[in-house]
């Protein structure tokens, strides 16, 4: 009875369907064709790099993130150019200081078309958020990093470099050959664990090392949608195996940060409560958990994780990055390392465990820092889109709309800026030799409204565990394996850092 009915519709269905999905896609090339248009008009006096038609510059940058190839523009066009994620994604790419002030100094919101790749694995936390929603939070955790909070830290970094270094001591034994990239993760994941999720156990679980592998194939994941159009488009990116694979990944993330929550959340119970709420500074965790009711802001379930996950990926990849490329600097240029050496040996006398009073004298080692955090920046390109027009000092203008990619490797390496900017040299960063220089012409942690929440953390983790790697090895590279620089968002090596490693009595 029902099939000849049904036989007479199905053709019909089957028509009407392939028809609405046709115009549905017709609508939707109209609209990316439009904004093309837009975004074509507005980086008009823009002139950059031939683009392919389909690819735009993707193929030229799909080589390690095209850190070379970048700095081979910068050179070519003064100031800014137009640079291509596929057809339908334009950015200003700009390293020049005053390019730089000129947006970063207000509080734009991040670019979408990147940013928006993050949510199914970060969600919409403190990195991607904009607007109210992004002050709020942003207040609510300032706190947590405060410099009160931070000191007691001090002993959590130490604690986990000397699991690191023992860890080196027994490698050296068999081979002074030691790839430090991956040791250095852990260690950053670790004391990371310890300071703001209250991570008791000194072992390495299952959980740490699971979080730290799925982070290495997300981000890489990540960084390849961004250049690559054919992934744009949520719908299409998830029925591809590139897409899966990021999903995948994705459950492994939210598995350790979840362990997390309810870990801390159990332990809050009861007698622990009243004693968390005694303490006069309240931790990361303890903050978003809302132990102390006099904050108003009460954070929903999914803005809890989403706080955990941004803060559990961006608070241990970026110092990962930055203390591997400091030691791979102190290996390059031995004649800084004995310096740095000399100078936290005669801070510590014999000690052999570090205080925050020692830090602020660790004057030579700071410069050296922030030299590797010049050559080597760990965040070598951030985006926004801009909320109002900007006009650059040269007369030059974007609408509102425009899409900008700070290059802060290319920023950093800006030879306007710095005189021989290929060559390491920690004195740039004397007081007398940094007074004249522009505000934004050294940005490793970005600047204005949205630069790193995380920066004295950051600083003061690199400082202790740089200092204690000082004191116990000596560095040396290993000339057969350089490191081959990889942007991931973050900036790695693909090959791993390699270094000698020489223990020291
Ligand atoms: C050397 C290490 C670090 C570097 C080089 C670094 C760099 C940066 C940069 C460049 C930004 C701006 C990103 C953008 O505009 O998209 C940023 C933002 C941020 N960083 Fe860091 N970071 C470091 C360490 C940390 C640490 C240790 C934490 C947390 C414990 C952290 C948490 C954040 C957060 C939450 C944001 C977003 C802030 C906001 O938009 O309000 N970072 N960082
Ligand atoms: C560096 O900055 C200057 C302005 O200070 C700018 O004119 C130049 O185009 C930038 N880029 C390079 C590669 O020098
Ligand atoms: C989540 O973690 C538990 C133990 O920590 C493990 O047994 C399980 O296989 C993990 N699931 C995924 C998807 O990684
Ligand atoms: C400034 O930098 C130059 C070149 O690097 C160096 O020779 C000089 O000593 C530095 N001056 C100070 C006061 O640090």
Excluded at 83 to 94: A, H, K, S
Excluded at 228 to 236: E, P
Excluded at 430 to 443: L, V
Excluded at 485 to 500: A, D, F, M, V, Y
Aim: glycine letters at 6%; aromatic letters at 12%; hydrophobic letters at 40%.
């Amino acid at each position: 009875m029902l099939l000849p009915w049904l036989s007479s519709w199905l053709p019909r269905l089957w028509l009407w369907s392939t028809a609405l999905v046709l115009t549905l896609g017709l609508l939707q090339l109209t609209r990316m064709l439009a904004r093309r248009q837009k975004l074509l008009r507005a980086l008009d006096s823009f002139p950059g790099p031939p683009s392919h038609w389909l690819f735009g510059h993707a193929k030229e940058i799909q080589e390690g993130g095209g850190l070379d190839k970048m700095m081979l523009w910068a050179n070519t066009y003064p100031s800014a150019h137009s640079l291509w994620f596929g057809r339908f994604v334009g950015f200003l790419n700009i390293y020049d200081p005053d390019y730089a002030k000129a947006v970063y100094s207000r509080g734009d919101p991040k670019a979408w078309d990147v940013y928006g790749f993050f949510i199914p694995w970060i969600g919409n936390g403190l990195l991607v958020q904009d607007g109210p929603k992004w002050f709020q939070h942003r207040k609510l955790l300032t706190p947590a990093f405060h410099s009160e909070v931070l000191k007691p830290y001090v002993s959590l970094f130490a604690e986990s470099t000397h699991a690191m270094l023992d860890k080196w001591k027994e490698k050296v034994r068999v081979n002074k050959n030691v790839e430090i990239f991956n040791d250095v993760g852990f260690m950053a994941l670790d004391t990371l664990m310890k300071c703001l999720f209250g991570k008791t156990s000194k072992d390495q679980t299952q959980s740490d090392t699971d979080y730290y592998l799925a982070v290495a194939d997300l981000t890489l994941l990540m960084q390849e949608r961004i250049f690559t159009f054919q992934y744009h488009n949520d719908f299409l990116y998830w029925i591809t195996a590139h897409g899966r694979n990021f999903l995948r990944a994705c459950k492994v993330a939210h598995n350790h940060t979840d362990k997390v929550i309810r870990e801390r959340k159990a332990a809050l119970k009861g007698e622990k409560l009243e004693k968390t709420q005694k303490k006069r500074h309240l931790d990361f965790l303890d903050i978003l958990l809302g132990v102390k009711d006099e904050s108003k802001t009460k954070l929903s379930d999914m803005d809890l994780r989403a706080e955990v996950d941004t803060f559990m990926f961006e608070g241990h990849d970026t110092t990962t990055s930055s203390i591997s490329w400091f030691l791979y600097c102190m290996a390059l240029y031995p004649e800084h390392q004995t310096l740095c050496r000399k100078e936290i040996q005669e801070i510590l006398q014999g000690r052999d465990t570090v205080q925050w009073e020692d830090l602020a004298k660790m004057t030579y080692l700071t410069l050296c820092i922030k030299e590797s955090l010049r050559l080597y920046p760990a965040v070598p390109q951030v985006y926004r889109q801009l909320s109002k027009p900007v006009t650059f000092p040269d007369g030059r203008s974007l609408p509102k709309g425009g899409l900008i990619s700070l290059h802060i490797y290319a920023l950093h390496r800006n030879h306007t800026v710095w005189m021989d900017p290929e060559v390491f040299d920690p004195l740039r960063f004397t007081p007398e030799n940094s007074s004249g220089r522009h505000p934004f012409a050294f940005m490793p942690f970005s600047a204005g409204p949205r630069n790193c929440i995380g920066q004295q953390f950051a600083m003061t983790e690199m400082k202790v565990v740089a200092a204690l790697c000082l004191l116990h090895f000596e560095f040396s590279p290993d000339l057969t394996q350089p490191p081959i620089k990889q942007l991931q968002l973050i900036l790695r090596s693909k090959n791993g850092i390699h270094l000698n490693l020489k223990k020291l009595t």
